[in-house]
């Protein structure tokens, strides 16, 4: 049986698609044309995706997608933990990269983990001559100052792509020189249209370097899992796995949020795999039900709602020993949920909010919001495809603004047609709103808060919420409207 629609007072098909419009007017009748596509009212019964996405920016539209490298670096490599990450290019990539994500670890730095900026600092010479010496020289140094380490990723950016140095080859020698891993993912910048390949491209490699090259010590059990795209911001990985393991599974590799390569290589030997971002790791998901026979499943772990619903489709998937521990893991959740709803949802009630991440929270945080008496009234990605719009209309309101790959101009339009509470979206934004007076949470990495995911993120997004919708600091500052 399907939900019933949602809708918000005030909003119509028409009246979206008007503001659409009139966004759209600013722009020279070739940019307008390629634009309109990605901007929509939302129909949840029309069962499909109401925008286009995945295609190249519109150039001299300002956007935000990212980069292949970005997608590798930021999101899929760096977060794993007991491996040397290089940046093999200039060091502005990699260090942008390595100072704006928030994948917590576990373990000392440089004995256990390496959340540390490594580089390869390519200077002019090295794009004159190449820069394949220097990495076989980098390798080795980071081989004798790390020798714990269990392998080393190489990440190449746009100058690398562009001279055709061969990092597979380098690689390759190396791996037997050192008697280490040494996988190579060849994620230039330019690659695609979004970070969104990058992703895909770190998936491929780690199939085909690292996957099934290791086995768990510990014995199989039925309730082997692994959770799949948590990168561990704030310590979400942390907050989901304790959950998931307080219901009696057994989380054997998280991907890749303080993840271990030697984890991640067994994972073959899961029974299912739990995916919270399907963005970045449906295509792993893919590749382990094809050629392994793993199932995998798609949950939501933001707020009450969607946490109870995720634990018990959760547990479908396994004996009634399991559907007794989640019933009483929600029992025992749900009061100290209610008791968290109580004090923020009365500040928080009928206040409206304005999305735009990329990866799953444009969707996923719907109901956390919900549970604290908010609407949502537009929503978008930034580097989203086909089926995560199809996944994200149902969540939305009917007729609320659907936007891809948003640019300023058109969230600025968009806000000061809606007038929202709070817009939660990413860095590139935060000071653009804030100079309106309008309140804002940065929602790539929790505004430096978290974890936001499971019972115990779900009261840290509460608080964060009302401290920034009802902070006193807005009434010093006057709003356009």
Not at 369 to 377: F, K, N, S, T
Not at 433 to 452: A, E, T
Request: proline share 5%; hydrophobic share 35%.
């Amino acid at each position: 049986m399907s939900s019933p629609v949602k809708t918000v007072d005030g909003i119509t098909k028409e009246s979206t698609q008007k503001m659409i419009d009139e966004a759209l007017e600013a722009y020279p009748e070739k940019g307008k044309k390629k634009r309109a596509p990605h901007l929509a009212p939302n129909d949840p019964g029309s069962g499909s995706a109401c925008v286009k996405s995945n295609r190249k920016t519109v150039p001299g539209v300002m956007s935000a997608r990212g980069c292949a490298y970005a997608g590798a670096k930021g999101v899929v490599w760096g977060p794993i933990r007991d491996m040397v990450h290089v940046s093999h290019g200039p060091v502005g990539c990699g260090w942008y990269s390595w100072g704006t994500r928030r994948n917590l670890m576990t373990g000392v730095n440089g004995v256990t983990q390496f959340a540390m900026q490594f580089t390869s600092d390519f200077q002019e010479k090295d794009i004159v001559y190449g820069g394949d010496k220097k990495l076989a020289v980098l390798l080795k140094e980071a081989k004798e100052l790390f020798p714990l380490a269990k392998g080393i990723s190489v990440l190449s950016e746009c100058p690398v792509g562009l001279i055709g140095d061969d990092i597979n080859a380098v690689a390759k020698t190396m791996s037997k020189e050192l008697d280490l891993p040494v996988i190579p993912c060849n994620c230039e910048g330019f690659r695609g249209v979004s970070q969104s390949l990058g992703h895909h491209i770190s998936n491929d490699t780690i199939r085909d370097y690292i996957i099934e090259t290791r086995e768990f010590a510990e014995p199989e059990t039925p309730y082997d899992i692994a959770l799949i795209g948590d990168y561990n911001i704030g310590g979400d990985v942390w907050s989901v796995k304790a959950l998931l393991e307080e219901c009696g599974l057994n989380v054997k590799a998280t991907w890749t949020g303080d993840g271990e390569m030697e984890r991640i290589a067994a994972t073959h030997k899961v029974k299912l795999n739990v995916i919270h971002c399907y963005r970045s790791m449906n295509y792993m998901c893919k590749v382990m039900e094809e050629k392994y026979g793993i199932p995998w499943i798609e949950l939501n772990f933001f707020g009450p709602t969607k946490i109870r619903e995720s634990l018990r489709k959760l547990a479908e998937r396994f004996d009634e020993a399991i559907k007794a521990k989640v019933e009483k893991v929600i029992a025992r959740y749900d009061a100290m949920m209610q008791k968290v709803i109580d004090t923020y949802r009365p500040r928080l009630e009928g206040k409206k909010v304005m999305l735009y991440v990329g990866g799953l929270r444009p969707r996923h945080t719907v109901g956390a919001y919900e549970d604290l008496g908010m609407v949502v009234v537009g929503s978008g990605y930034e580097f989203a495809h086909n089926d995560d719009y199809e996944r994200t209309s149902p969540e939305m309101p009917d007729a609320t603004v659907i936007y891809d790959d948003a640019s300023e101009h058109e969230l600025e339009h968009f806000v000061h047609a809606l007038k929202p509470d709070l817009v939660a979206s990413g860095i590139k934004e935060k000071y653009v709103f804030q100079k309106m007076g309008l309140p804002f949470r940065q929602m790539h990495s929790w505004d430096y808060s978290g974890p936001y995911h499971g019972y115990q993120g779900f009261p840290v997004f509460a608080r964060d919420i009302d401290m920034a919708v009802n902070s006193p600091t807005w009434k010093l500052v006057k709003s356009p409207f």
